[in-house]
C-alpha cells in the first residue's frame, strides 16, 4: 500500500500562506488594539471631566492647576491640581493624609507621591509607571521617593508665566493656573469651547526633553542616569529645586499650554505631538513672558499623546473630544483660553 505524504514544497506553501493570512489579520488586529485603548482613554478624561464638575459643585469653582504659598519661586515648593480632585476620584485617604505645608519628598507626602492611579495612564501609552528620581539621591543627600507618573495635563492656557498671583493677559489665561479658583462664570468663551484637561503621554522615547522654546534638538546635558524622556507626577512636586541641588533637573508638571508667549506680538506657538517637549521651569524674570533670552521666560510642555494624528481633550462642559493636530495655531489656541473673545471653530 502506497503511503501518503506531504512533500517539503507543500509544507512550505502552507507556511507562506499562513504567514501571508497572519501579515493581513494583524493590522486589523492593531486597529481594534488601538480602538480599544482610546475608548479607554475617552473614559479616563470623562471621569476626570465628571470630577471637575463635582469639585466645582463642592466648592465653588475648579481648583488651581498648581498651589504655593508665600512665594513667585514656584520651585520651592508646592502641588499640582489633581491632588484636590483625589476625593471625587474614590481616593480620599490619600488626600485625607497630604500635608500641603511639606515638600513632596518629605514625610507624609514621600509615600503619597508613589501611588500609582490607574484612571491616570493612558491605555495606549501604558498601564503603569514612575519617574526614577533615584539619580538624584547622590545630588540631594537624602532619600528620595519615585514619582508616580500621569498621561494627563490641565490646561493653563495661550502663556506659560508662572507667579504666585498671575499676572497674564486675561484673554490669554486658561482655566488653571497657580493658585486660581475658576468658576464657570469666568469662562466667557463657553465651556463647550475650552479645553480643560489635554493627554500628555510621558515616558515614551516618541517625546523627549527639550530646554528652550528655540531649540530642535534634544537636551544632551541631563543628571547621568535621567531618563531623557519627558514625564510628569500627578502630585507634580516640582524637582527643580535648589533644596535638592537640582536646578537643571528638567520634567514636565500637571499643566500644559498651547503657547508660550500668548499676549506678545509672537506667541511663540506650541504644536500639538511635538516630539521635543518643554519640561517646566520657572526663571522668576517677570509674569507675562515678556522676555525672549534663554533664562527669560518660564516654559511649559504642550499637549501630546500616543494616538495618531491628535490627542483626546476634556471639555469645560465635562465632554470629551479629539482634536487633530492639524488644527491652526489660531484656533488651537483660542480653545485654550477661556476669555479671549475668539469664534473658536469646532474641533
Known amino acids: ?18 504567514a501571508v493570512l497572519i501579515a493581513l489579520l494583524l493590522p486589523a488586529v492593531q486597529r481594534a488594539r488601538e480602538a480599544a485603548h482610546r475608548a479607554a482613554c475617552l473614559n479616563n478624561l470623562k471621569q476626570l471631566g465628571l470630577a471637575l464638575h463635582h469639585h466645582h459643585d463642592a466648592h465653588g469653582g475648579f481648583p488651581p ?10 520651585e520651592m515648593g508646592g502641588f499640582g491640581g489633581l491632588i484636590p480632585l483625589l476625593p471625587f476620584l474614590e481616593q480620599e485617604n490619600w488626600v485625607h493624609r497630604w500635608d500641603p505645608h511639606k515638600n513632596w519628598y518629605e514625610p507624609p507626602n514621600n509615600a503619597i507621591v508613589s501611588h500609582q492611579l490607574k484612571i491616570l495612564f493612558c491605555p495606549s501609552n501604558r498601564s503603569q509607571g514612575v519617574i526614577d528620581m533615584q539619580f ?12 508616580a507618573a500621569c498621561d494627563y495635563i490641565l490646561c493653563k492656557g495661550a502663556n506659560a ?7 497674564i493677559p486675561h484673554g490669554f489665561r486658561g482655566v488653571f ?19 480643560a484637561i489635554g493627554e500628555g ?8 526633553i527639550r530646554h528652550f522654546y528655540q531649540d530642535t534638538t534634544e537636551a544632551k546635558d541631563l543628571f547621568p542616569g535621567q531618563s531623557p524622556n519627558i514625564d510628569q507626577s500627578w502630585s507634580s512636586g516640582p524637582t527643580a529645586t535648589n533644596a535638592l541641588r537640582s536646578l537643571g533637573l528638567l520634567q514636565a508638571c500637571g499643566m500644559g499650554v498651547t503657547a508660550l508667549r500668548g499676549g506678545q506680538s509672537d ?10 517637549v518643554l519640561p517646566a521651569l520657572d526663571y522668576n524674570n517677570g509674569c507675562v513672558n515678556a522676555g525672549t533670552a534663554r533664562g527669560q521666560y518660564d ?8 494616538h495618531p494624528g491628535g490627542c483626546h481633550f476634556t471639555f469645560c462642559d465635562g465632554s470629551v473630544r479629539f482634536v487633530k493636530q492639524s488644527i491652526s495655531a489660531a484656533n488651537y489656541r483660542a480653545l485654550s483660553t477661556m476669555a479671549g473673545g475668539e469664534l473658536a471653530d469646532e474641533p
Not at 161 to 167: F, H
Not at 299 to 306: D, K, L
Open 136 to 147: 538624584l539621591v547622590p545630588y540631594s543627600g537624602r532619600a528620595l521617593p519615585n514619582l
Open 65 to 74: 492647576g498648581f498651589t504655593v504659598v508665600g512665594t513667585d519661586n514656584l
Open 1 to 18: 500500500m502506497k503511503r501518503s505524504a506531504i512533500s517539503l514544497i507543500e509544507l512550505l506553501v502552507v507556511i507562506a500562506i499562513i
Open 161 to 167: 508665566a508662572m507667579c504666585e498671583r498671575v499676572q
Open 299 to 306: 516654559i511649559i510642555s504642550g499637549f501630546r499623546s500616543m
Open 177 to 195: 493656573d497657580v493658585n486660581t479658583q475658576t468658576r464657570f462664570s469666568d469662562i466667557t468663551d463657553g465651556t463647550s469651547h475650552t479645553f
Open 201 to 208: 503621554a510621558g515616558g515614551t522615547p516618541r517625546y523627549r
Open 267 to 276: 506667541p511663540w506657538d506650541e504644536p500639538m505631538n511635538n516630539p521635543l
